[in-house]
Each structure stands twice: as structure tokens, then as C-alpha cells.
């Protein structure tokens, strides 16, 4: 008898889990429906005019990133081009400086060629 009150316990006990489960489901139905009514069909259209707003600016934001990535790219090939340019010219004239002369020319050039284009980039961000 008491395994029998156990069974029937067991079985109320998750049918009673089952009917607040559905309760809740429920619950969750009406709110939806309650809300969706309080927002109307002027609501939604804000909503999603809202949410469209800002997808326009995020990838007006994203292509404004791309150009700049862009143009810095660019601008930086320029001053590897130029460099290059200027150290073909010199071996073309056949001049070959001392090893300091070099090391002295290289370091600064280097410096000023780094520091150019901190301020190029630094520019092109700002704009």
C-alpha cells in the first residue's frame, strides 16, 4: 500500500510540474500578445526604423575604416617606393659611403621616415 501512495505521489508530483510548466508557457503567451498590443503597428515601424538607423551607421562607420585602411596603406607604399627610389638613385651614381657614413644616414633616415609617417597617419586619422 505504501509503494502505491508512493507511485500516485510521484505521478501527481510531475503532472503538477507539467501543468506549471504550461502555466508558464502561457504566461509567457499572454505577455507577448500584451505587448505586442501596447506597441501598435506605429511602435514597430519606430522600432525597426530605429534598429535600421543604426545599422546604416554602423556600416557607414565600416566603410569609412575600410577607405582609411586604405589610404594609409597607400600613403605608406609611397614612402617605401620613394625610399627605394632614392637608394637605386644613389647606387646609380656609385656612390658608396664608409660604413659609418652609412649607419649615420640610415639611422636618421629611418627616424625621420618613421616619424613622417606617425604625422601622416596621425593626419589621415583626424580627417
Given at each position: 500500500e505504501k509503494e502505491?501512495?508512493?507511485?500516485?505521489?510521484?505521478?501527481?508530483?510531475?503532472?503538477?510540474?507539467?501543468a506549471d510548466a504550461e502555466l508558464?508557457?502561457?504566461?509567457a503567451e499572454l505577455r507577448s500578445e500584451a505587448f505586442l498590443r501596447?506597441?501598435?503597428?506605429?511602435?514597430?515601424?519606430?522600432?525597426l526604423r530605429r534598429i535600421y538607423g543604426k545599422y546604416l551607421?554602423?556600416?557607414?562607420?565600416?566603410?569609412a575604416l575600410i577607405y582609411?585602411?586604405?589610404?594609409?596603406?597607400?600613403?605608406?607604399?609611397?614612402?617605401?617606393?620613394?625610399?627605394?627610389?632614392?637608394l637605386a638613385l644613389i647606387a646609380?651614381?656609385?656612390g658608396q659611403p664608409s660604413y659609418t657614413d652609412l649607419e649615420i644616414i640610415t639611422h636618421r633616415s629611418k627616424g625621420f621616415t618613421r616619424f613622417r609617417s606617425a604625422?601622416?597617419?596621425?593626419?589621415?586619422i583626424s580627417r
Amino acid at each position: 500500500e505504501k509503494e502505491i501512495w508512493n507511485r500516485e505521489k510521484l505521478s501527481l508530483q510531475k503532472s503538477l510540474k507539467q501543468a506549471d510548466a504550461e502555466l508558464s508557457k502561457l504566461r509567457a503567451e499572454l505577455r507577448s500578445e500584451a505587448f505586442l498590443r501596447e506597441l501598435g503597428s506605429d511602435s514597430e515601424n519606430a522600432v525597426l526604423r530605429r534598429i535600421y538607423g543604426k545599422y546604416l551607421r554602423s556600416e557607414s562607420f565600416r566603410k569609412a575604416l575600410i577607405y582609411q585602411k586604405k589610404y594609409l596603406l597607400l600613403l605608406l607604399g609611397g614612402f617605401q617606393e620613394c625610399e627605394e627610389a632614392t637608394l637605386a638613385l644613389i647606387a646609380r651614381m656609385g656612390g658608396q659611403p664608409s660604413y659609418t657614413d652609412l649607419e649615420i644616414i640610415t639611422h636618421r633616415s629611418k627616424g625621420f621616415t618613421r616619424f613622417r609617417s606617425a604625422v601622416r597617419v596621425s593626419i589621415a586619422i583626424s580627417r
